[in-house]
């Protein structure tokens, strides 16, 4: 894409008192990228508006090379930091005010709020409200646990222009892996914040979720059974990792599932004809997904549920005529996914309108996977691996956050 400026008008404004300070009063016929300009020089922050280009310029030849739209990766590179400007003092009060909630680590390094403040002021003083371009800006520096593709072109363009190649080799590489996926030039920066921490003050926790989707993401694709389609009788399942349930239509949920854990070793459920079965089940009418599953978890296991962590959800589609119970939703509805710690503690309920669990067994992940397996369970077997997994990613994350 080849841009001019002219073709970028900007024909109104709205300042806001509390940023009078920042943004200088527009002039008659200027333009986005010229009023920029004039901006950063106002803040007395040239370099920035330098940097702001490269990142445009870089973000721009991403998106025509993967598809995205190319206006909203251009308007991501010119806006991305112009919260910048804001003194870190500033950011605080300035944060508090637009109801932005701040993380302890935001309390501590004020600095990583400018890609919040940056998106609300896209929104307050430009008027731009595509939902891509704030989605972007508002995570260019941590990424986030659900991103877009969006997300990743601006968070990986943003990270090509700060530094010069010799000083941090890690930018050469993700140049060259922008080539290739987004994904990869986004982890190889994740990986390298994550093991190398020298001057980086703290984690930031939207990073760490970033990390763990894209990892979830890769070992999700070495797990066949799980990422095809699979056949529970009339419903065909498809399982999609979702670090973050924030965003899904709870109104959609019909069934919650769980890996039941007791420490590291794996809870597993077997009926009276031998079968091993998806611990977890169908909600009452009206039944908050988390009440289900505790009262799930006593049925099945005569047990409690100490914690739950949603990592997926198999969106569900029923052939059946009518749905399951007559309250759920049809034909299409949501099976939670999730891993949680469990207390054992009596023999399972087993209430007379469901399945009978005749055994409870707490083993080790390959004995899991190895029963599931040979008797014709790999949904199953996959699924117990990806809990599993994604429990140690998350354990490990939270073991190296509370080290800084
Ligand atoms: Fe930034
Ligand atoms: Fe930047």
Redesign the pocket.
């Known amino acids: 894409m080849v841009y001019r400026n002219e073709d970028y008008p900007l024909r109104h404004i709205h300042i806001p008192v509390e940023l009078e300070l920042y943004f200088p009063v527009l002039q008659e016929n200027e333009t986005l990228p010229g009023y920029l300009e004039r901006f950063f020089i106002h803040n007395r922050e040239p370099a920035t508006w330098v940097h702001c280009c490269q990142v445009a310029r870089r973000a721009v030849q991403l998106a025509e090379q993967y598809g995205l739209d190319a206006r909203i990766a251009l308007l991501g590179g010119w806006l ?2 112009i919260a ?1 400007v804001i003194p870190d003092e500033h950011k605080l009060t300035l944060a508090a005010r637009y109801e932005i909630p701040i993380l302890p680590e935001e309390r501590k390094v004020p600095y990583l709020l ?2 919040q403040l940056s998106r609300r002021l896209i929104e307050k003083v430009f008027g731009l409200k595509e939902p891509q371009l704030l989605s972007a800006v508002g995570c ?2 941590t990424l986030r646990a659900d991103m877009e593709m969006m997300d990743q072109l601006l968070f990986a363009a ?1 990270k090509l222009s700060w530094t010069s190649s010799d000083t941090a080799p890690y930018v050469h590489q993700i140049n060259e892996a922008a080539d290739r996926s987004l994904e990869e030039a986004v982890q190889i920066y994740l990986e390298h914040v994550w093991t190398d921490t020298a001057g980086i003050p703290v984690l930031h926790p939207w990073l760490i979720a970033a990390r763990l989707t894209v990892q979830s993401r890769q070992y999700l694709r070495t797990l066949p059974a799980l990422s095809a389609d699979i056949h529970w009788g009339p419903v065909t399942a498809r399982f999609h990792e979702r670090i973050d349930p924030a965003g899904l239509d709870t109104a959609l949920i019909s069934n919650v599932s769980i890996v039941p854990m007791v420490g590291d070793r794996l809870v597993m459920i077997q009926l009276e004809d031998g079968r091993w079965e998806l611990p977890g089940g169908t909600l009452e009418k009206d039944e908050p997904y988390l009440d289900a599953l505790q009262r799930e978890v006593e049925e099945e296991m005569g047990g409690m549920l100490l914690d739950y962590q949603v990592f997926g959800y198999f969106h569900c589609e029923s052939a059946a005529s009518l749905p399951y119970r007559p309250y759920i939703p049809h034909p299409h509805f949501i099976r939670l996914a999730g891993y949680g710690q469990v207390r054992l503690q009596g023999a399972p309920l087993n209430p007379p309108d469901g399945e009978q669990v005749a055994r409870v067994d707490v083993v080790d992940i390959e004995e899991a996977v190895e029963r599931l397996r040979s008797t014709g369970r790999s949904d199953l077997a996959d699924f117990y691996r990806m809990g599993y997994y994604c429990w140690q990613q998350q354990f490990a994350a939270y073991s190296r956050g509370t080290e800084l």
């Open positions: 991305h930091d910048t400018h890609q260019h520096t943003d």
